[in-house]
């Protein structure tokens, strides 16, 4: 009888442990800016800090990308970087607006465009915060596993960086994990 009303006990408090723990995830979810204008969005952004990542490990220094807007609204994206031995590396790719057209959560690939149909060579893209003169944003996807910080120009005004830094850690990242890129 005491055997069973420990299980009980142990089952009630396991129960509120994952309802907290569901609801403190719900409340800390990820969410995208509200809009962004696309065409002002286009040109060249310069990675300021980003989370390290297997995709990137070659890049050394100079690591930028390119928007640039096509007829059919899509978005051509073309990332580049210097590698150890200053060569230029560069991947293409596509990215499409969800949610509408002022929508601030893109879908990515840079896989060939034939293999487009299939749902896992897109990756999210979500714009999280972006500076209303379009000079600074910072890009993540919902479950904070990528990060990037990026900027108009190859440097960013140390106060500018730090304050960014100060909103990561307000809505969750791991500031220890970023890593500063190489202008």
């Not at 006990?9 to 907290?20: D, I, K, R």
């Not at 800390?28 to 969005?41: E, G, H, K, W």
């Not at 286009?42 to 070659?58: C, D, L, S, V």
């Amino acid at each position: 009888m005491k055997l069973t009303c420990q299980f009980r006990l142990l089952w009630a408090t396991l129960f509120v442990l994952a309802s907290f723990v569901s609801a403190q995830a719900e409340t800390a979810s990820l969410q995208a800016i509200p809009s962004v204008d696309v065409p002002r969005y286009m040109g060249t952004w310069h990675e300021i800090a980003k989370y390290p990542n297997w995709f990137q490990r070659k890049c050394a220094s100079s690591t930028q990308a390119t928007y640039s807007l096509q007829a059919d609204s899509r978005v051509q994206v073309l990332n580049r970087c210097k590698t150890d031995k200053g060569e230029w590396t560069e991947a293409l790719g596509a990215a499409r607006q969800i949610d509408g057209p002022t929508s601030a959560k893109l879908k990515v690939r840079f896989a060939p465009e034939w293999l487009s149909f299939i749902p896992m060579v897109w990756g999210d893209y979500w714009i999280i915060d972006l500076d209303p003169q379009y000079q600074w944003v910072m890009v993540s996807e919902p479950r904070r596993e990528y990060l990037w910080i990026l900027s108009r120009t190859p440097q960013m005004p140390a106060a500018t960086y730090q304050a960014l830094l100060g909103k990561l850690e307000v809505l969750g990242f791991d500031l220890k994990k970023i890593e500063a890129s190489p202008p």
